[in-house]
């Protein structure tokens, strides 16, 4: 087995008794990623010359006995998170040419750590999408097939996981685009609780809604990462001044009488077939592990879909105005600065941001506040009540992270709707600000993965990582990989 193969925990181990070194591990990266990468386009950005640098440079850590958990592990970070020095363009062409003056917290703590860069992953534009179709500089293929979506909006990421192009990814969660996309590859991915993660120098999309979160292959590496990431951080105003606990201390919990919600709005009419029979034998397997399945009800879930594009949007359309060709970025000629300012605008923007855009100023503009962001507003507090209700008899609740496994590439794009439902069983915990995790729990027919969601309290991972981790090790859906 190659080092890439591995997981973090694995390649600590092997790090720490001076069996391997970073080098070599980059070796192997390096060389999946030039055997593979033509097919499955993962990246935007490699950063072979900085990885090498940074490779020495934790050898050296090793030696002197300063190592720590990321120590020499090659990581993947998606293209909307600021690396000082390093490109960084939210796969969006009126972004081709930024580079970031500092750096994000969460790349701050594992260059801490002293972590390998691997690359800037691609994405949906501004993470703006279920399919990483929107990107501005190119499709991302499904690693299980390659004509086939590998989800969005942190397609890259997922992709460059499960192909072995990187040992683990970090990834952003609007709406689901940790989740669905982790689902869609056959990996493991979490959505923080809001505020658990800095979110200083994530590039924005909607501020009360964006998380950072870690894409890995098994549940293990996910807990080993958050407790690099996670914690306040007094650069971001929404920053919980919460104590971390350490995650990985929630492996190997027993789950015996632990409640597990079925919420009964998510097994909906057309559904994938493959998808429910692989949610509904898992939830079997979590009772015959001892844990207890209980009927929860979530009854403003219809309103899910809605109200995020009414609140995603409108944030949206606040935080991408200042992308005008003056600060920043790509600027187009104009007679004028009016002129100017449209020109970039539409010849920088893709199809779906300008859409987006335009649904989220207009339902800010005067006349019709009230009737759409401030209706919003109201069905989300409807829907954080409704998951508050439902944990005073559920410790988690168990969903299927999506209604279908992998579609074709081109197979939605032509209808925005049936793209934005994608998303339809991960929105809801946007919404509310609680944290969730997808793992796989088997696969369809055709051999596509089939991801299993976990949804916690507020700031309860803990019990995410124990549940997840006794389904993984009492199955063998997170050791398969693709051929490719």
């Known amino acids: 087995m190659k080092l890439n193969e591995l997981t973090i925990a694995d390649l600590r181990r092997l790090l720490d008794n001076r069996e391997i070194t970073p080098r070599e591990i980059l070796d192997d990266t390096y060389t999946r990623i030039d055997a593979v990468e033509d097919k499955v386009k993962a990246y935007i950005t490699l950063t072979k010359e900085a990885a090498w640098a940074m490779a020495e440079a934790a050898q050296q850590a090793i030696v002197e006995n300063r190592a720590s958990l990321l120590t020499g592990i090659p990581v993947a970070v998606k293209d909307n998170l600021c690396t000082k020095g390093i490109l960084t363009t939210c796969a969006s062409k009126i972004l081709p040419n930024f580079i970031p003056p500092y750096e994000s917290t969460v790349t701050q703590r594992m260059l801490d750590q002293g972590y390998l860069l691997a690359g800037k992953t691609n994405m949906d534009e501004f993470a703006m999408g279920s399919s990483t179709e929107n990107s501005g500089s190119h499709t991302t293929r499904n690693p299980w097939d ?80 958050m407790n690099v990431i996670a914690g306040h951080d007094p650069k971001d105003s929404t920053s919980a001044p919460l104590e971390v606990p350490d995650f990985a201390a929630a492996l190997g919990r027993d789950i015996r009488g632990m409640r597990i919600g079925i919420p009964k709005e998510y097994f909906i009419e057309g559904m994938d077939r493959d998808v429910e029979d692989a949610v509904r034998a898992a939830i079997k397997k979590l ?17 899910a879909v809605a109200t995020y594009y009414i609140l995603a949007t409108s944030e949206a359309s606040s935080n991408l105005a200042r992308y005008d060709g ?57 829907i954080k009540q409704d998951f508050d209700k439902a944990f005073t008899t559920a410790d988690v609740i168990v969903t299927p992270t999506t209604p279908s496994a992998a579609f074709r590439i081109g197979e939605k794009t032509a209808d925005p709707l049936q793209m934005y439902l994608s998303d339809i069983f991960t929105i809801s915990v946007n919404l509310a600000g609680i944290p969730a ?40 859906w997170h050791l398969r990989r693709p051929a490719l």
Not at 351 to 359: C, D, G, T
């Open 146 to 225: 390659l004509g086939r979506v590998p989800g969005g909006s942190s397609g890259g990421s997922a992709a460059a996981v499960a192909a072995d192009e990187c040992i683990a990814a970090l990834g952003s969660d609007t709406g689901g685009s940790i989740r669905q996309p982790a689902a869609l590859c056959g990996v493991v991915g979490l959505k923080p609780t809001y505020g658990r993660v800095s979110r200083y120098g994530l590039v924005a999309y909607a501020s009360s809604l964006d998380q950072i979160g870690p894409i890995t292959k098994n549940v293990t590496d996910a807990a080993l990462l």
């Open 437 to 476: 995790l997808s793992l796989p729990c088997g696969f369809t027919g055709s051999g596509l993965p089939v991801g299993l969601q976990v949804i916690g309290k507020h700031f309860d991972e803990a019990a995410l990582f124990t549940v997840a981790y006794a389904y993984e090790q009492s199955t063998e």
């Open 326 to 382: 003056v600060k920043y970025g790509f600027r187009a000629a104009g007679k004028d600065l009016l002129e100017m300012y449209m020109n970039t605008r539409a010849q920088g923007f893709g199809a779906e941001v300008k859409r987006r855009i335009m649904l989220g100023t207009y339902a800010l503009s005067a006349g019709y506040y009230d009737a759409y962001y401030k209706k919003g507003q109201q069905a989300r507090t409807l």
């Open 287 to 303: 009772e015959s592990l001892g844990a207890e399945a209980v009927e929860v009800s979530l009854p403003h879930t219809e309103y």
